[in-house]
């Protein structure tokens, strides 16, 4: 960092005030650090699954901190509890294995991000392995590059766990993987992305496969452009190899939870906004197959709308769609017994739509009874709420409670004493 003085008043206030920033950051690693050495637990006690069970979120040889007591850090962050998981496990790390970088970071000489962005790739290494990437890379970390942290992190590996190594190179083979991200739709347009590691054999053979499908599309008059094309030649090869199954059924399916208003052209769905003509594409397409269930909205609301809607897919695919009874998700449903009816289940889960634990985006989860099944509690819309497996365990398991004020609204309150209040109605 320069000590010299800035002509420029404008420039020098940004520059205070990004130093300001930096002290700030230190000064919140330094308390969320003293907060982690607070609520520590002995990795003795963790491994006996207690009632305060443990977690290590550093590499080896820093301290275990209480599970149940990391959803408070993460509600007084604001972060998710993955995020404030690798969050306290790179600040772990940086303080109890990297010391001369975590010195570094203290004096404001290097940015918390820049610290944490070692940190997180120190933490599979032994001890030997980590002070050898620090003794490396503290002195220059201000202003080394990513790609150099990767280099000295695999050479350290290598020279510590060579067995590793090849490990996780056959480890590696074990999480090749291909996902489409159907539920992270993008807003009106109705793209969804694309990701996968797979074997450069592969990759190669399908890179070639695209290519050539994309060529073809282009030959037969297709005036997109060449990445559209490639884009379009995926779902063609896709529609292909359905087509040998003459036992699958063909084409794609689309199912839309329609929230849609009488003076609106969008059609809001479950985690995403398309327009009437994006669906109207979607239906046009042979063999294309559309749900459509209209949705009464919180706090209420006209299903109209989506009635008409769903009439609408009827007359652009010339034939009848299959149209689902509307969803209230104001209305209390009851089923008899511990497991909820499809219906209702499916209501909870169009409510709810991810873990209603304050700040937290987890979808995986399960159907939590708010006040227990065995003490009394029904099986109904009004004692229900969709929970991830950690705070669903938090909930069972520590001082942690929450209610249903309404419909989609829910109060916590945590061991700590603080009230936080989760609104799934008020959000768009």
Known sequence: ???????????AAVA???????????????????????HEVSEAEASLHTMTPGLQLGGPGCPWVSEFDTHDLACVLGRSPDSCAVYVGNALELRHRLPRLWARVVGLEVPVWKAFRIAEQTQQLPPAG????????????????????????????????????????????EH???????????????????????????????????????????????????????????????????ALDLETTTGRGVTVYAHLRSDSDVVETTGTTITTEQLATWCRHPGTQVTITPVVDLPGGDPTAAQALAQQVAAWRHDDAHIKPVIDLSADLTSAGYTPSPRLAEQVDVRDRRCVFPFCNRRRTDRDHTQPHDSGGETRSSNLARLCRSHHRAKTHSPWTYQQLRPGVFEWHSPAGATYTVDRSAEP
């Open 16 to 38: 205070d005030a990004q130093h300001a920033v930096l002290r700030q950051e230190v000064a919140r690693l330094v308390a969320v650090l003293d907060w982690c050495a607070a």
């Open 1 to 11: 960092m320069t000590s010299s003085r800035l002509l420029d008043p404008a420039l």
């Open 176 to 242: 090749r993987r291909f996902d489409v991200h159907l539920d992270h739709v993008r807003s009106l347009d109705g793209t969804v992305e694309v990701t996968g590691t797979l074997d450069l054999a592969d990759a190669v053979d399908l890179d070639t496969a695209v290519a050539g499908v994309a060529a073809q599309l282009g030959e037969l008059g297709c005036h997109e452009s060449w990445d559209a094309r490639r884009a379009l030649a995926v779902g063609e090869i896709a529609r292909a190899q359905l």
């Open 130 to 173: 980590a002070a050898e990437v620090d003794r490396a890379l503290a002195p220059t970390a201000h202003s080394c590059t990513f790609a150099q942290v990767d280099r000295t992190v695999a050479s350290a590996l290598a020279a510590h766990c060579p067995d590793e190594v090849e490990r996780r190179r056959l480890a590696a083979l």
